[in-house]
């Protein structure tokens, strides 16, 4: 039986690098706009979309363990760049949508 070689590996090589590619653009995101990745990643989801969602479903597009979102919505709620909206499905939940700040 031959070793793996995982730097021929595709998704060895695929997960790297978008690690590398994440790394490259946090300066970016950090320097310019004080984001981290997962505040970006939040912001993102959300821009992309019409409507409101939840963190939930942020987390779940962006394949981001909830604790990360749910600190990220935290840090964008106070820099005023999102805000909670009641969600139009279901009354008992909130929503998150772009501030006119966050746009």
């Given at each position: 039986m031959t070793k793996?070689?995982?730097?021929?590996?595709?998704p060895f090589r695929l997960n790297r690098l978008a690690a590398e590619?994440?790394?490259?653009?946090?300066?970016e995101y950090?320097?310019?706009?004080?984001?981290?990745?997962?505040?970006w990643r939040v912001l993102a989801?959300?821009?992309?979309?019409?409507d409101a969602c939840t963190a939930q479903?942020?987390?779940?597009?962006?394949?981001?363990?909830?604790?990360?979102?749910?600190?990220?919505v935290a840090h964008l709620l106070d820099k005023q760049l999102i805000?909670?909206?009641e969600n139009v499905d279901d009354r008992r939940e909130l929503a998150l949508q772009l501030t006119r700040k966050g746009h």
């Amino acid at each position: 039986m031959t070793k793996l070689d995982l730097f021929k590996f595709v998704p060895f090589r695929l997960n790297r690098l978008a690690a590398e590619v994440s790394a490259e653009l946090s300066g970016e995101y950090s320097e310019r706009y004080g984001l981290d990745i997962p505040e970006w990643r939040v912001l993102a989801t959300l821009g992309f979309r019409d409507d409101a969602c939840t963190a939930q479903y942020i987390a779940y597009c962006t394949r981001t363990h909830k604790s990360t979102i749910s600190r990220a919505v935290a840090h964008l709620l106070d820099k005023q760049l999102i805000e909670r909206v009641e969600n139009v499905d279901d009354r008992r939940e909130l929503a998150l949508q772009l501030t006119r700040k966050g746009h």
